[in-house]
């Protein structure tokens, strides 16, 4: 009998597990319960705008290409890719606007100038970084890590690897640099993992390799391009979506789930991978005797942040902000405790603003200007009205002054996005928005299981198993969760 897979959600782990199965002959069915593909990285078009829900960096594009490889395909068969010069603007806390540029000389330049002698530590930090994304990348982010002995023969084993994982980012980007800003732009790419950089393995500068070396990109048309590139691809193969198909149940019978019960009827299947939050299909869609984890496991896990989300349409163009600028013009220790060691509304948060319109005509009208604001705010915390609009006068008010122009008397349209929303669209865990946090603790096999322990033939994939949050690491958990899924057929 040609096995039928039942796949729950369509963001990109989902996508990605469902076309990696249908490509190897598989019956694959998607069942979503929003009206639009995607996930955390949907789209919504108003006013003549045009914006990204969720991402807005494309990092790490081999990831990518690599994906569309599997299917002998590539990138630029679905979507356009160019890359940001300068990759990002960084407003640091004496109101210095800084351009990161592309070019690796120009870094240098740059780095020699905070710091003397800093160019060349660059470059052997760089070395190092550059090793573990190959390893990491190549090697450990493929792991299905179900058992500690897939990482005996790992050559992070050995020697300076090994030491990498037990120090953190925090001391490992101070071994080699002392200049405060230097630091500070070293350790951002961290708050992607969605932990402080005292506890984020410093493993992890593979991401300031990804991040100087392999550059920041952008998809012309919005990052939902992503989206619909791999969308394609997974009806070319054959896979099959069902939207607006909220999962209820998956009932299970003898070890085995048996159909998922959904507002759009019942599903037999003979495996089912579910993308949606982990917690959510854990704890809501199981009955309670096939539960993964205890609610105690799931309250001591550190979820990365949520975010406090402002789409602004703005009937004028603007001056001073690049496509990607990050506002590190408070501080950042003081912002990142509010986050994790004592959640609550942070007093004066950093926060992000992206405003694609300066790279891609095609999202905003003529003359106006798409702007994103993102504040990373702590998981769990009271969200209304009131509140937000507090966020955005702070915002608002920074954002003028540093940029010195008028900005909120030219916004045509705005939309908020918070806490409340990622709960009621996605079901996500105490409203998180990128999943949980790669601590050490929290890696590799120390991360929820990709499979259910019994269920035979339950899968998990997405940001809150292997290996974290983020859109390339979602594409590979996708990938890994589906290879162990075909595993057990064989
Ligand atoms: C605001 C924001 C900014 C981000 N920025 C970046 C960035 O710049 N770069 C980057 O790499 N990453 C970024 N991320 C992280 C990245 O977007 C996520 O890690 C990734 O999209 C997660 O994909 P996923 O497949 O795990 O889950 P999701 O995208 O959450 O998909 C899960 C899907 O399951 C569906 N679902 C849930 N319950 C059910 C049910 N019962 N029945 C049916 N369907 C169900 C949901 O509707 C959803 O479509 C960002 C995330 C957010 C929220």
Redesign the pocket.
Known sequence: MKEKIIV???????LAAATTLANEGKDVTV????SQI????RQFKSSGFTFD???????MPDVFEAYFKRSDKKVSDYYELVRLNPSYQIIFQDKEMVDIPAAYQELKALFEKYEKGSAVKLDKFLAEAKYKYEVGMNDLVHKPSQSILEFAQWKVISGVFRLQLFNSMSNHIRKHFTNKKLIELLEFPVL?LGAKPQETPALYSLMNYADIMLGTWYPIGGMYKIVEGMTILAKEKGVKFILD????ELKAENGKVVKAV?TKGDFEGTHFVS???YN?TDK??LSKEFHNYSEEYWNKRKMAPS?L?FYLGVNKRVKNLRHHNLFFDESFNQHAAEIYDDPKWPSNPLFYICVPSLTDKTVAPEGSENVFV?IPVAPDLEDNDAIRERYYNKVMDRLESVTEQKIREHIIYKRSYAHKD?IS????FKGN???LANTLRQTAILKPSLRNKKLRNLFY????TTPG??????LI??QVVAKELLKTLS
């Open positions: 729950v959600g369509s963001g990109f782990s989902s069942l979503e319960k929003n995607g996930g955390r990285a829900m969720g991402p807005s960096w494309y990092w992607f198909c909220e999962v209820k959904t993308g949606a939050d959510h809501q869609l975010s989300l993102l990622f669209d996605y079901h996500s928005a990128y999943g994939t997405g940001q809150l949050p983020g859109v390339p690491p979602s958990s996708g």
